[in-house]
């Protein structure tokens, strides 16, 4: 069975390219800055490596019942294997969790 993201991951690459547009999470900053991707830029960068093969799953998420997000399981140039969780809401891309896995 294929899957199928809820969002366009191009279109959360491009609304997080956007200060105006792009909200990190606490918990994505700090799990981000663990892992050595201590800056905003940092941060997106690794997310627009992210390719839709690597779609791992689409959740609902746990806070807020009814709102989904996308998981994508992916491997970083520093050996790190990491979930990176992302949702779009209100036409703002949302880097929600960035996980070592």
Known sequence: MEK???????RIKVLISDPAT???TKTGRNDAVTLGYVTEEDI???????RPS????????????????DVYRTDDP?????????QEA??????VSFKKR
């Open 4 to 10: 199928r993201p809820t969002y366009d991951l191009d």
């Open 22 to 24: 792009c909200i990190i």
């Open 44 to 50: 997106v960068g690794r997310v627009h490596a992210l």
């Open 54 to 69: 690597e779609l791992y799953k689409t959740m609902e998420s746990d806070n807020m019942p009814g709102l989904w997000q």
């Open 78 to 86: 520093n050996g790190n294997r990491l979930y990176i969780k992302l």
């Open 90 to 95: 209100r036409d703002k891309g949302i880097i």
